[in-house]
């Protein structure tokens, strides 16, 4: 699959896993560097947001949109997900009075090349949402084909609305 930034084509590592398919097996680190693996977020509804470097203005602002509405739906799982480092993430974190989201950082390319949204030239995850059943089922996804465009929010909502 490809995508774009600002234009320029980008390959990423393969082809996404499709609606209808089981999110496959990843690990990324936590704030306290521990691993998070894929079955933890089994039990309820997930709503995976990732973005390729949070230090950028359309990636804090999907972090941020997310970060307000999860209070809205507590029976669901949020994940941000982005290769930066755990220090980045925490830094961006305290500057911008994120609480409540939980940010992991994919430091070894675990989630990008199992969800097959890694963009190798650059290092850097395609900006993409996912959204799985209690099961780790993809009800929901998608790569945004311009990478400095934001994510349709709404469509990720309704689909994440339907499994609550």
């Known amino acids: 699959m490809e995508v774009t930034i600002n234009g320029e084509h980008r390959q990423l590592v393969g082809n996404p896993p499709a609606v209808g398919e089981d999110v496959p097996h990843f690990k990324v680190f936590d704030k306290d560097?521990?691993?998070?693996?894929?079955?933890?977020?089994?039990?309820?509804?997930?709503?995976?947001?990732?973005?390729p470097n949070i230090n950028t203005s359309v990636c804090s602002i999907q972090t941020k949109k997310f970060n307000q509405l999860m209070d809205q739906y507590p029976g669901a799982n949020f994940l941000t997900v982005s290769t930066n480092t755990i220090e980045d993430q925490q830094n961006w974190c305290a500057a911008e009075g994120v609480k409540n989201m939980k940010m992991v950082a994919d430091s070894e390319q675990s989630f990008g090349y199992a969800l097959k949204v890694l963009i190798p030239d650059e290092g850097i995850l395609a900006r993409s949402i996912w959204v799985l059943d209690a099961d780790g089922k993809i009800v929901y996804e998608q790569v945004v084909p311009e990478v400095v465009d934001e994510p349709d929010y709404d469509a990720a909502l309704a689909a994440l609305k339907k499994l609550l």
């Open 33 to 51: 560097n521990q691993k998070v693996k894929t079955r933890e977020l089994f039990g309820k509804p997930t709503l995976i947001s990732v973005v």
